[in-house]
């Protein structure tokens, strides 16, 4: 160690060791964290942009509703199938590298759709988009979180990640917001408005991502393309001993599993759904309960450091959302009131906004850093095959019996988390617990992780 240039102690980096005489860049966890909370701010406000209206401008451009739900099939396939390959990439070339393809394939997908609706394409030719929007997705799931973690630890950050991952849960909240409401009034002018504003988010994010994403705390791995593929299944293999491999990550994959076989379900199914309870078909209304769900998200995220307190273990929480979730969920389906099934599925969305950000915690606490974007893609991936499998089981449920019907079986199927977490429970990891901020490390893979003494539940 010794001083650098601008004060206070440095390390030395590699290039000393040559006679070259270089410091690294300073490493502040609070522009870690706004750089985060910005790319998230972007890159979310991008996506829901044309969530309100993209089955609209696909029946705009030509195709009938089976032909939509085929196209956005292909889009959720897509998503699984590229899924552990990006996150290899992320786990290889680099964090920053797979967040820039990200961008970039999104913003080639989103220009695709607009230009295969302008010269009257098919089913087909908005599938063939559908695979590149999904690759472009899967490219940004894990690297962002991932480059949070790494970069942070870096910086010698000793906090709890609860709260950083609430803000980044409140920061999509607000963009969900934004974004599905200015998609919608860019929409009334013309239906392919709301793509071209978010090919330019995207532009912003790309930007951002260039110029502040760095990857700290991880090292990318040279390697030539033609090695890409040995490569790959090396670290994939690293990824399944390190993930599926582990009891207490694959109890965490589980659970994401069970609740978007459900959730990539209701998000649908609840518009038609309230509508008929309201008993008229006012558009107004799907967005004003979009926007309040947004807003019942947000709140979760801001409960999250009031129940967190140091001493208390995560799986209190969770255990807890677990079981008010489903019932929440049985009770929008099995009582058929507008006043009372809407106040239920808000309770749901403040009850999923609390668990997201402590069940994040607890998953990147139990992986290595090598492996960290692989693992986090693998959670995304039992969650695209539950999505699909929810999408298709739910979905002929709701034509063959009723959307109701679905609510109720659906909100069945989450108990399966009860179990789930209550095994997580009996592992005792050290993850489990809220700490106030001390490191050290993991006593197996050294990994840093946070604890205190177990003074509470």
Not at 7 to 15: D, E, M, S, T, V
Not at 137 to 159: H, I, N, P
Request: with cysteine.
């Amino acid at each position: 160690m010794e001083d650098s240039p601008i004060g206070g102690p440095r390390p030395l980096c590699k290039c000393t060791e040559l006679g070259i005489r270089c410091y690294p860049p300073l490493m502040d966890p609070g522009r870690v964290v706004r750089t985060y909370l910005l790319i998230t701010l972007l890159f979310n406000l991008s996506a829901s942009l044309i969530w309100g209206i993209n089955t609209l401008f696909l029946l705009d451009a030509g195709l009938n509703i089976f032909e939509v739900f085929v196209a956005n099939a292909v889009f959720t396939a897509g998503m699984v199938l590229f899924e552990v390959p990006t996150g290899v990439v992320a786990d290889t070339r680099g964090r920053r590298v797979s967040f820039l393809l990200s961008a970039s394939v999104l913003m080639v997908g989103t220009m695709a759709y607009v230009g295969v609706a302008a010269v009257g394409g098919g089913v087909i030719l908005f599938s063939l988009a559908g695979i590149i929007l999904g690759l472009g997705f899967t490219f940004y799931s894990g690297a962002v979180e991932a480059w949070l973690v790494d970069a942070l630890q870096a910086s010698g950050f000793r906090g709890e990640m609860d709260r950083v991952f609430a803000r980044g849960h409140m920061v999509f909240g607000a963009s969900m917001l934004v974004g599905t409401v200015g998609g919608g009034l860019l929409g009334s002018l013309d239906l392919s408005l709301p793509y071209l504003v978010r090919a330019g988010f995207l532009t912003a994010a790309f930007v951002v991502g260039w110029r502040a994403m760095h990857d700290h705390g991880f090292t990318p791995k040279a390697m030539r393309w033609k090695r890409l593929r040995g490569e790959m299944a090396k670290v994939a293999r690293a990824g399944v001993r390190f993930g599926w491999r582990q009891p207490s990550v694959r109890l965490l994959m589980l659970v994401s599993l069970v609740f978007a076989s459900f959730f990539s379900w209701a998000w649908y199914a609840w518009q038609p759904y309230f509508l008929e309870l309201w008993g008229s078909p006012a558009v107004w209304l799907s967005g004003l309960i979009a926007a309040t769900f947004a807003l019942a998200t947000i709140l979760g995220n801001a409960l999250v450091g009031k129940v967190a307190k140091p001493g208390r273990r995560r799986t209190t929480v969770l255990l807890g959302a677990a079981v008010l979730l489903p019932l929440a969920m049985i009770g929008v389906g099995a009582i058929r009131s507008f006043w009372i099934a809407v106040p239920l599925f808000l309770l749901g969305a403040v009850t999923f906004g609390l668990a997201g950000p402590l069940k994040q915690t607890y998953l990147h606490a139990l992986i290595p850093t090598e492996q960290r974007a692989t693992i986090v893609s693998f959670d995304s991936l039992l969650a695209g095959v539950g999505s699909v499998g929810g999408q298709a089981g739910l979905g002929y449920l709701s034509q063959a019996g009723s959307i109701p019907a679905g609510f109720v079986v659906g909100g069945l199927f989450t108990t399966l988390a009860v179990p789930l977490y209550a095994r997580l429970r009996a592992s005792h990891d050290p993850a489990d617990r809220v700490t106030d901020g001390v490191a050290v490390e993991h006593p197996e893979e050294g990994i840093p992780l946070l604890e205190v003494a177990e003074t509470g539940d």
